[in-house]
């Protein structure tokens, strides 16, 4: 193919999914050859549709040989087919016009017609998100969901050389801030050129509403500040969390924890993270009802959940935030020593809530996930974190997600599942390869609970058994176990609401 045949194929991309118009087609041409930075175009006769990423792949190969990119490794490569695809996005305001157009209509078509466009700009790379692995397993809390993220790519040795002698910059502050829309990114940035965020009004102030790229469920969405200020569970932040499902009904929200160890990845921009998709978390029935002296209209229970959850409901949103934030003020000063949870130690705020947001018909369900960050001699990184003899699998915080039952586990791992699955199945030492030995006390555990492993099953144990460890880790993650001594625990705490 000829640089001009893919020129051509990228700008019938453009018309197929509507991006550009037939009206766009000649801007739109011109702009990429300025941008691969050529002088001269012939369109050829015949136009054969291919895949973006095939094309995208010819065109940066080009580039490369041209001379255009320094390198070509992933982060160059991302920067400058980055770059391509702005030429066929439609201005801001153009998205955000014809969002509320749609808004006008349903949310739903609305949210429909941005998803779309978020992944026809390739903002969300299909291509990479395909190779993510996905499956579940049961437990007793229900069918909890387990990927392994392959979607988001690691830097390569040439980027992380390259961002050692990049200049440094605050602009933008953070991946999060709105400044991000349409920024032509750096070696230690990503390019938003083909980003669009949707201005929305959260609980009387200017927010904005995208998705994430790296969608490690549908339509996962994140509702950002538009001012760069630090995460913060209070009052105010259920105020926010109703705010945007009462004008997205047919989405949940949730948000991080505001503390280290149990708290999201990004604790300096107050944002929140949603969707369309319903977790195991969202299906786990109540385990115990309770009533909460002072709000007996609003129905409350225990949740039957690894972690400790308490489940609020009713027509009311003002009841439940007024609820919620009793229950937080409570849990903030709780301390019980001998279900070694404390406040705080020498000053230091130990417990903090993940909060979920979601309506169902006419009710309004908000999940409270009682968190602790506290960490003693024998749990560096957390008392209520993955505990070390799971961190093979799972070493990372327990945010938002994975408090809901999905499970993002690390790349590494399918190169690990690949050699476990030879060695299982061919009877070979995993002392012969170093990457295994992490996982050899782990293997020596489930290994007697079957007869034989072969080909044909190989995969389906080592998911199964990956599986039931992230539940072992969620359950270590539950201030208060799934125990009779926890569930006592739990009710002491419950008793003083």
């Given at each position: 193919?000829?640089?001009?045949?893919?020129?051509?194929?990228?700008?019938?991309?453009?018309?197929?999914?509507?991006?550009?118009?037939?009206?766009?087609?000649?801007?739109?041409?011109?702009?990429?050859?300025?941008?691969?930075q050529l002088d001269?175009?012939?369109?050829?006769?015949?136009?054969?549709?291919?895949?973006?990423?095939?094309?995208?792949?010819?065109?940066?190969?080009?580039?490369?040989?041209?001379?255009?990119?320094?390198?070509?490794?992933?982060?160059?490569?991302?920067?400058?087919?980055?770059?391509?695809?702005?030429?066929?996005?439609?201005?801001?305001?153009?998205?955000?016009?014809?969002?509320?157009?749609?808004?006008?209509?349903?949310?739903e078509e609305a949210?429909?017609?941005?998803?779309?466009?978020?992944?026809?700009?390739?903002?969300?790379?299909?291509?990479?998100?395909?190779?993510?692995?996905?499956?579940?397993?049961e437990s007793e809390?229900?069918?909890?969901?387990?990927?392994?993220?392959?979607?988001?790519?690691?830097?390569?040795?040439?980027?992380?050389?390259?961002?050692?002698?990049?200049?440094?910059?605050?602009?933008?502050?953070?991946?999060?801030?709105?400044?991000?829309?349409?920024?032509?990114?750096?070696?230690?940035?990503?390019?938003?050129?083909?980003?669009?965020?949707?201005?929305?009004?959260?609980?009387?102030?200017?927010?904005?509403?995208?998705?994430?790229?790296?969608?490690?469920?549908?339509?996962?969405?994140?509702?950002?500040?538009?001012?760069?200020?630090?995460?913060?569970?209070?009052?105010?932040?259920?105020?926010?969390?109703?705010?945007?499902?009462?004008?997205?009904?047919?989405?949940?929200?949730?948000?991080?924890?505001?503390?280290?160890?149990?708290?999201?990845?990004?604790?300096?921009?107050?944002?929140?993270?949603?969707?369309?998709?319903?977790?195991?978390?969202?299906?786990?029935?109540?385990?115990?009802?309770?009533?909460?002296?002072?709000?007996?209209?609003?129905?409350?229970?225990?949740?039957?959940?690894?972690?400790?959850?308490?489940?609020?409901?009713?027509?009311?949103?003002?009841?439940?935030?007024?609820?919620?934030?009793?229950?937080?003020?409570?849990?903030?000063?709780?301390?019980?020593?001998?279900?070694?949870?404390?406040?705080?130690?020498?000053?230091?705020?130990?417990?903090?809530?993940?909060?979920?947001?979601?309506?169902?018909?006419?009710?309004?369900?908000?999940?409270?996930?009682?968190?602790?960050?506290?960490?003693?001699?024998?749990?560096?990184?957390?008392?209520?974190?993955?505990?070390?003899?799971?961190?093979?699998?799972?070493?990372?915080?327990?945010?938002?997600?994975?408090?809901?039952?999905?499970?993002?586990?690390?790349?590494?791992?399918?190169?690990?599942?690949?050699?476990?699955?030879?060695?299982?199945?061919?009877?070979?030492?995993?002392?012969?390869?170093?990457?295994?030995?992490?996982?050899?006390?782990?293997?020596?555990?489930?290994?007697?609970?079957?007869?034989?492993?072969?080909?044909?099953?190989?995969?389906?144990?080592?998911?199964?058994?990956?599986?039931?460890?992230?539940?072992?880790?969620?359950?270590?993650?539950?201030?208060?176990?799934?125990?009779?001594?926890?569930?006592?625990?739990?009710?002491?705490?419950?008793?003083?609401?």
């Open positions: 193919m000829t640089v001009n045949e893919r020129i051509a194929q990228l700008v019938q991309y453009g018309l197929t999914t509507g991006l550009i118009s037939e009206e766009d087609k000649i801007y739109t041409t011109n702009q990429i050859l300025e941008v691969m001269s175009y012939e369109e050829p006769e015949t136009i054969q549709d291919a895949p973006l990423e095939e094309v995208l792949e010819d065109l940066l190969e080009d580039a490369f040989e041209r001379e255009l990119m320094e390198n070509d490794g992933i982060v160059q490569k991302d920067l400058f087919d980055t770059k391509i695809m702005n030429c066929l996005m439609p201005r801001p305001s153009e998205v955000t016009r014809t969002f509320w157009d749609k808004y006008e209509k349903s949310p949210t429909d017609y941005y998803y779309k466009l978020s992944q026809d700009s390739n903002y969300i790379r299909r291509d990479r998100i395909k190779k993510d692995m996905r499956w579940s397993v809390y229900g069918a909890i969901d387990i990927s392994i993220n392959l979607s988001k790519p690691e830097k390569d040795p040439k980027a992380i050389a390259a961002a050692k002698l990049q200049k440094q910059s605050s602009y933008p502050k953070c991946q999060l801030c709105k400044e991000n829309e349409g920024y032509a990114g750096r070696v230690n940035h990503p390019a938003r050129q083909n980003h669009r965020i949707i201005p929305i009004t959260i609980n009387g102030n200017p927010w904005g509403f995208q998705y994430s790229p790296y969608v490690y469920y549908n339509e996962h969405c994140i509702v950002l500040s538009g001012e760069h200020v630090p995460m913060k569970i209070d009052k105010e932040a259920f105020q926010k969390l109703f705010s945007f499902v009462e004008q997205f009904p047919h989405y949940f929200l949730g948000s991080n924890a505001d503390l280290p160890i149990v708290g999201g990845s990004i604790l300096t921009h107050d944002h929140f993270q949603g969707g369309n998709y319903d977790f195991a978390m969202a299906k786990a029935p109540i385990e115990k009802g309770v009533i909460i002296p002072g709000f007996e209209d609003v129905e409350a229970g225990i949740v039957k959940w690894p972690l400790s959850v308490i489940r609020i409901r009713s027509t009311s949103t003002e009841r439940l935030i007024d609820l919620a934030d009793h229950i937080l003020k409570k849990w903030r000063g709780y301390t019980d020593a001998e279900a070694f949870i404390f406040a705080d130690t020498d000053g230091e705020p130990h417990n903090t809530i993940t909060p979920i947001v979601r309506k169902k018909g006419d009710i309004y369900e908000l999940d409270l996930t009682l968190r602790n960050n506290i960490t003693t001699e024998k749990y560096p990184l957390g008392v209520y974190h993955p505990h070390a003899q799971y961190h093979h699998i799972k070493k990372e915080n327990i945010g938002l997600i994975e408090v809901m039952g999905l499970a993002v586990l690390p790349a590494r791992l399918k190169h690990e599942m690949e050699l476990l699955a030879d060695c299982l199945v061919n009877g070979k030492d995993l002392s012969s390869h170093d990457e295994l030995e992490k996982h050899t006390a782990w293997v020596e555990r489930f290994l007697p609970k079957y007869d034989s492993i072969t080909t044909e099953n190989v995969w389906d144990i080592l998911k199964e058994e990956i599986g039931q460890v992230f539940v072992k880790v969620l359950e270590d993650a539950g201030v208060y176990k799934c125990t009779p001594e926890g569930r006592k625990a739990f009710d002491k705490f419950i008793s003083i609401l």
